[in-house]
């Protein structure tokens, strides 16, 4: 297949059908309404189903009715919307129902705006929803690699049976890149021998639901989610390095964001900076491993975010004390600039060399 | 082939490229002519709009009508009214960029009164390396869905095919010419010429050899390319 310039919305939207994604319930909110147009001519063509539900409530518990029946399916929206759907996805957590749920971020709180913004971080990575759960969140930079984590996203949700986030901003969702889908072997994944497909009288009948009267009966359902939580962070934790080997001060950036302060590291660079970057590609698990490499090693972090400080907090516990860890931030829909990171950086570094 | 009417108007399939090739378009005006207005009807993208280029427009001496202040970036399906006031007034030049697919061009229907006795042309912007227009099928239904809801008649075809600066090959661009050159037969629309932009001789050489080029500059910029 040749290459194709899409915007990342639609190519969240192929991607998902390249991944097997038969059904897609959802309620269009800016920036993120072309993932739902695009859904919405594609699936059709594909014998799949689109649905426009009456409320992002409605579409995250069809997704739910979906999932329970073992199709791959998918919803997504933009954060005031996504916060509706929490509801949705601790009982999807709670059943241990794959799904996958993408969130393209625009600036809050409340109704905001529909500029783009990284301030879900406390949301999508501490459960979002009620009771103890984690969702796997995926934060793609550029377009291509949406193509690459959507799938993931699929095969995560299917192996660990979770729903998981697929998190982006609006600017990720709005901008255009080339991109090429691959025809790759679908992952071999356990049957889904759970789902509600009928029992034709050959065994006993199933059940989905999150619903646990016994109080010890709950518990155990808590160790077994909580053990299942453990083996993706030990197995499913992704991040990307950038000039970071000789670096004395290392940016952290994700989505986006990253690819500003890629442009700014390299900048101070040519100033003599010796900085580089940690990209966590999991938001949750959070990568710790590249932290514990380099937090001896570097004489200060800093956290760059579309948010007022959120993942900063995770880069503090990773460093554990081991370094300085500082943050420059923009919000509100605020694109930081270029030259501001670099000033970040060059103060980072006791105002440049 | 006659693109020098005093109204322009930029159609196109979403993502096609229309608000590029608009600013540019208006710029040009603007070197021969006192009064230039690029008129911003786009109902459908909430980034990436000739709006938010207004400062630098003003520069080029273009001004710009579009939905104002915080109506700007409100979300709203809304268009200004002073496009009334450069349709009708002869000494102005108006570039008319509308929003991409049937979709945006519905904006547009709503002036098909005031401009079918003016001298306008409605140009249709093609980049055949987006979804569902890759194919001179595709552009055509495209065209068809687009002169129904406007119910304007297209007038000429431009061919901005492209992958961005970075990855756009000759091989491509003239991928581009050749459907350009087939839907222009078909349907016995003029095809006008193909948009590059100025940078892409940074990237990928070859181009130089490529007939009726027009190089454009490029405003939707992301924070990382400035």
Redesign the interface.
Known sequence: MP?????GN?VIA?AAIHAGCKNFFGYPI??QS?LVA?MA?RLPEIDGLFLQAESEVAAINMVYGAASAGVRVMTSSSSPGFSLKQEGVSYLAGAELPAVIVNIGRGGPGLG???PAQSDYFQVTKGGGHGDYYTPVLAPSTLQEIVELTKLAFDLADEYRTPVVLLGD??LG?????VEFTEEDMKVLPEKKWATTGTRGDGAPKVISSLELNDVNLENHNHTLQSKYEVIKQREVRFDTYRADDAEYMVVAYG?VS??A??AIDEARENGIKIGMIRPITLWPFPEKPFEEYRDKVKAFLSVEMSAGQMVEDVRLAVNGKAPVEFFGRTGGV????SEVLEAIKSLAGGGQ | MNHNKRIKILTGH??SGKTEIAINLAIEEAKAHDKVALNDLDVI????RSRDVEGELKEYGVELIAPKGLLA?A?LPIVSPEIYRVLKNQSYRVIIDVGGDKDGATALGQYYNDLKGEDYELIFVI?A????V?TTEGVINTIKQIEDVSRLKVTGLINNT???CE?TTVENVLLGTEIAEEVSKKLEIPFLYTTLSEKIGDHTQGFEALNNINYIKRFMT???E?
């Not at chain 1, 709005?174 to 080339?178: A, L, R």
């Not at chain 2, 993208?45 to 990436?48: I, L, Q, R």
């Open positions: 290459k194709v310039l899409m915007k639609e192929e800016t920036p072309e695009y001519n705006n529909i500029q609006g600017m709005q901008m255009m890149e080339p986006t690819r500003i890629k442009s694109i930081p600039n270029h | 979403f993502g993208n909430p980034y990436f970036t979300d980049n390396n987006r979804p569902y890759s492209n992958y961005g990855h992301l924070p990382w400035k």
